[in-house]
């Protein structure tokens, strides 16, 4: 499935029943983010919350085939990969908009995270740990032959708890089988690989030669981000922080780093694409890391007994408190939503 160039088309794009969502039962709550190509919803589709993300189909012949490419990319990568630090897909449907529902994260993005704890900086476990969490999912997506390219802070969100981080939004995903010549369409270049836009000033539409190596890269960034807390390459714009990466070699200062810890990012950042590790790799550098700076606890001995009674740590109370169970009998009025649109039924049947 897909072209030569790496798109798919709405056309040529089936989806496995299983993954198909019907519209009319989805309950469409408040938004909760918004990129240029589509706003983020918190909802509910048969009774379990979730995140609904709608794409805006743009107004032009090319925007429309450009935007239906990447949505049938985005969902066809997000059915096929599985992973405990990825946002689990739960489906799709194309029309009448086009719609991803996946889990429901209430910890909100890395990005607000980190911005809510300025100017204190993450414990350096609590980092390593949150560095592992992605580290594993892009080593399942680079196991699946899935480049992210995106990876950033804003595209990593947080369970409710805090504790772990999953990988989201694969709108600018691509198969490496199919990026031997790619477009220099990518990600926010703070966070982007060199080779992404060095050689040339690359016009729109372009061909440019990269691997899964660019991922490295941009893990590279975020690392030394959990670490100091900061917005890396400080005082600069985006376009400057990416000229001074690719045409000076310039990168954030790993000075203050432990030796361990320099050489994992310095590595990952390297110049050379080659030269950089995988993530099984990378994953390896940084459990060795976390062992020397929190060993392992002693092994408590299990206990001889086990009481009837004990009391089991409650669920994950999810968005309850916040959205209603819908009950199609008997639906009570909540406040908080009374001036939310109840549904996509609504928005197909009045504007489509």
Same mark, same amino acid.
């Given at each position: 499935?897909?072209?030569?160039?790496?798109?798919?088309?709405?056309?040529?794009?089936?989806?496995?029943?299983?993954?198909?969502?019907?519209?009319?039962?989805?309950?469409?709550?408040?938004?909760?983010?918004?990129?240029? &190509?589509?706003?983020?919803? =918190?909802?509910?589709?048969?009774?379990?919350?979730?995140?609904?993300?709608?794409?805006?189909?743009?107004?032009?012949?090319?925007?429309?085939? +450009?935007?239906?490419?990447?949505?049938?990319?985005?969902?066809?990568?997000?059915?096929?990969? %599985? &992973?405990?630090?990825? !946002?689990?897909?739960?489906?799709?449907?194309?029309?009448?908009?086009?719609?991803?529902?996946?889990?429901?994260?209430? @910890?909100?993005?890395?990005?607000?995270?980190?911005?809510?704890?300025? $100017?204190?900086?993450?414990?350096?476990?609590?980092?390593?740990?949150?560095?592992?969490?992605?580290?594993?999912?892009?080593?399942?997506?680079?196991?699946?032959?899935?480049?992210?390219r995106d990876l950033k802070p804003e595209n990593l969100l947080l369970t409710a708890d805090h504790k772990t981080v999953k990988l989201?939004?694969?709108?600018?995903?691509?198969?490496?089988?199919?990026?031997?010549?790619?477009?220099?369409?990518?990600?926010?270049?703070?966070?982007?690989?060199?080779?992404?836009?060095?050689?040339?000033?690359?016009?729109?539409?372009?061909?440019?030669?990269?691997?899964? +190596? !660019?991922?490295?890269?941009?893990?590279?960034?975020?690392?030394?981000?959990?670490? &100091? /807390?900061?917005?890396?390459?400080?005082?600069?714009?985006?376009?400057?922080?990416?000229?001074?990466?690719? #045409?000076?070699?310039?990168? $954030?200062?790993?000075?203050?780093?432990?030796?361990?810890?320099?050489?994992?990012?310095?590595?990952?950042?390297?110049?050379?694409?080659?030269?950089?590790? /995988?993530?099984?790799?990378?994953? %390896?550098?940084?459990? &060795?890391?976390?062992?020397?700076?929190? $060993?392992?606890?002693?092994?408590?001995?299990?206990?001889?007994?086990?009481?009837?009674?004990? !009391?089991?740590?409650?669920?994950?109370?999810?968005?309850?408190?916040?959205?209603?169970?819908?009950?199609?009998?008997?639906?009570?009025? /909540? $406040? %908080?939503? =009374?001036?939310?649109?109840? @549904?996509?039924?609504?928005? #197909?049947? %009045?504007?489509?």
């Amino acid at each position: 499935m897909g072209s030569g160039n790496g798109f798919y088309s709405v056309q040529e794009f089936n989806l496995d029943a299983k993954w198909l969502i019907d519209p009319k039962l989805l309950f469409v709550g408040p938004r909760i983010g918004e990129g240029a &190509h589509a706003k983020v919803y =918190e909802g509910k589709y048969k009774n379990q919350n979730v995140a609904i993300k709608v794409v805006n189909r743009g107004e032009t012949t090319e925007e429309v085939a +450009k935007r239906e490419g990447r949505f049938a990319r985005e969902v066809a990568m997000l059915s096929r990969v %599985q &992973h405990k630090n990825l !946002v689990k897909f739960i489906g799709a449907c194309r029309e009448p908009v086009m719609v991803i529902v996946t889990e429901l994260l209430l @910890g909100g993005t890395l990005r607000r995270y980190l911005l809510n704890m300025r $100017p204190r900086s993450l414990d350096m476990r609590v980092a390593i740990g949150f560095a592992l969490d992605i580290a594993r999912a892009m080593e399942c997506l680079h196991s699946h032959g899935i480049i992210h390219r995106d990876l950033k802070p804003e595209n990593l969100l947080l369970t409710a708890d805090h504790k772990t981080v999953k990988l989201a939004d694969f709108g600018l995903a691509r198969e490496e089988s199919l990026t031997e010549m790619m477009t220099a369409e990518t990600g926010t270049y703070r966070w982007m690989a060199p080779e992404l836009y060095s050689t040339v000033t690359l016009r729109h539409g372009e061909k440019k030669h990269y691997n899964h +190596k !660019v991922d490295a890269y941009s893990f590279a960034i975020v690392l030394w981000e959990l670490i &100091h /807390n900061k917005l890396p390459f400080e005082g600069m714009s985006n376009l400057q922080a990416a000229y001074a990466a690719a #045409f000076k070699n310039v990168r $954030p200062s790993a000075d203050d780093l432990p030796e361990d810890l320099a050489l994992i990012v310095t590595s990952c950042w390297r110049e050379d694409p080659n030269a950089r590790p /995988n993530f099984s790799q990378i994953i %390896q550098m940084l459990l &060795h890391y976390l062992s020397k700076i929190s $060993p392992p606890e002693p092994a408590i001995p299990p206990r001889i007994f086990t009481s009837e009674n004990a !009391v089991l740590p409650p669920e994950s109370p999810g968005t309850s408190s916040l959205m209603p169970v819908r009950d199609d009998s008997a639906e009570t009025p /909540n $406040p %908080q939503m =009374e001036n939310k649109p109840r @549904g996509f039924f609504f928005c #197909f049947n %009045q504007c489509y």
